[in-house]
């Protein structure tokens, strides 16, 4: 499973800063509408540092967020105070009693497990805790466009908070085609005005699909997609151009 520690976590906020969370938070939010879903009680599979959370809280929903990594949880709960953040692995889900009417899984979280037995059991998981007329949104790495366009080396600088400083973050992602693994290696490196630095080193890994991939292991865990849609883009055609895509399920009959 991945996780976010050290320079990763402490300037995650900084490196998805243009990400537009309420944005997405908005078109999952008429998503669930759409399948019948009334705001009530949502569950944020790998909410990370809690975006998207308090993006659903805004809207009204009564969420609760889940993460494997402490490091970003902490600073969930800085970031949004009113929501309730747990320590998880999303593969061993288990909140006794409680029921979600929805239940999302963002960003291509859903590849981190990368085996088909950890994706399933992620997705059976949240299965058992999704109500009866409730709805599971997933986005996930879409394989086609993967394979027909993944860009092998990634630069970005980022300015930080005190003055001169820069963040350089390098990101070198190999593709392994038979497992369907995207590896990433990143080196982080914070430079000082002073002349100092920092350096960090991690490796990532993220599983992508093919829609009937999926399908095949929503079903596997209970589920029934109900809807596959080019993630975050109004009535676009699902094809190798769609890094991104969004399924929504129900639990099976």
Not at 81 to 86: G, I, Y
Not at 216 to 227: I, K, P, S, V
């Amino acid at each position: 499973m991945n996780t976010y520690k050290g320079l990763h976590a402490h300037h995650y906020d900084l490196l998805y800063a243009e990400k537009p969370y309420s944005e997405e938070a908005r078109y999952v939010d008429e998503l669930l509408r759409e399948a019948g879903v009334a705001r009530s009680r949502l569950l944020d599979l790998a909410c990370g540092t809690g975006r998207h959370a308090d993006a659903f809280a805004r809207l009204g929903w009564d969420v609760t967020g889940v993460d494997f990594s402490q490091d970003l949880l902490e600073h969930a709960r800085l970031n949004v105070p009113d929501v309730r953040f747990l320590l998880h692995d999303m593969r061993e889900l288990d909140l006794p009693g409680e029921q979600f009417n929805a239940m999302t899984c963002l960003f291509d979280s859903i590849g981190y497990p990368l085996d088909d037995e950890g994706v399933v059991a992620t997705l059976a998981g949240a299965a058992r805790h999704l109500a009866p007329d409730g709805a599971l949104v997933v986005e996930f790495l879409h394989a086609p466009a993967l394979l027909a366009d993944a860009t092998p080396y990634r630069v970005r600088r980022v300015d930080l908070p005190a003055d001169g400083d820069e963040l350089l973050r390098i990101s070198r992602t190999r593709l392994d085609e038979d497992r369907r693994v995207m590896d990433v290696e990143f080196e982080l490196i914070e430079l000082h005005a002073d002349g100092t630095y920092e350096r960090w080193l991690e490796s990532q890994s993220n599983r992508f699909f093919f829609p009937a991939e999926m399908q095949a292991l929503l079903e596997c865990a209970g589920l029934r997609a109900e809807r596959f849609v080019a993630a975050y883009q109004e009535d676009a055609p699902l094809d190798e151009t769609t890094f991104h895509v969004i399924v929504v399920s129900k639990r099976g009959s």
